[in-house]
């Protein structure tokens, strides 16, 4: 089970809400984490809530017991996470590595027809780039169900442009990675400021222990 995937939400900087259940809910475990399908609800604009999809998505449909996604994505761009395990998202795929197995499904709150709300089509880059992130997946490997859906035409969503949208993610991920390095280059300014001190103050030892200690500081946080 995904059981660090309410962690791996949460580098997003996005607000998750945790549903009840979520670490043991599923149709058993994924093989293996290798596509972050993106999906949308379809569920009319009138319905009214944050994501008034949640428990169709949890529970499932007469035809398909739930889950039916691990995450959902609310119009306000909270990530509610559902399920650790497998869930009924993408159906029939032209890979397995897109099937439900091997993908993590997330299920956006959008009618389908509107244009999406910026502040939530942000938050949907935002969720996929810490995904990919924290699975170790390339931009690529972040799919619209209409793209892994067989027979080609079978599924719309998401209503997006998916190259557009990775690129966004692309974008997104070298703004995180920033952000991760943003602690060291304080640390290591500082480093050197009491070398050059050390230096002044005629310490020629300490200088240099301190340069290898910066050394070591950099090589750790590359790693
Ligand atoms: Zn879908």
């Known amino acids: ?39 949308h609800t379809a569920t009319p604009k009138s319905a009214a809530g944050d994501y008034p999809s949640l428990r169709v998505v949890r529970d499932g449909r007469s035809d398909l017991p739930g889950p039916l996604s691990q995450l959902g994505l609310g119009r306000d761009g909270t990530v509610y996470v559902i399920a650790a395990g497998v869930a009924y998202h993408a159906g029939a795929t032209f890979t397995t590595a897109q099937d439900n197995w091997h993908a993590i499904g997330i299920e956006a709150e959008h009618d389908g027809v509107s244009p999406w709300p910026p502040a939530q089509y942000a938050a949907y880059v935002r969720l996929v780039a810490a995904l990919c992130e924290h699975y ?88």
């Open 136 to 223: 170790g997946l390339a931009p690529a490997r972040a799919l619209g169900h209409k793209e892994i859906a067989t027979p080609k035409g079978r599924k719309i969503d998401p209503n997006f442009d998916m190259i557009q949208f990775r690129s966004d993610v692309t974008r997104e991920i070298a703004n995180l990675r920033a952000l991760r390095r943003k602690p060291i280059r304080r640390t290591l300014r500082k480093i050197t400021t009491a070398i050059q001190q050390a230096k002044a103050d005629g310490y020629t030892g300490l200088a240099d222990a301190l340069k290898k200690n910066r050394e070591r500081a950099r090589k750790n946080h590359a790693r």
């Open 1 to 39: 089970m995904l059981t660090d995937l309410a962690a791996a939400c949460r580098k997003s900087g996005l607000p998750v809400t945790e549903i009840d259940g979520w670490r043991t809910r599923g149709h058993g475990s994924l093989s293996a984490v290798e596509t972050i399908a993106c999906h």
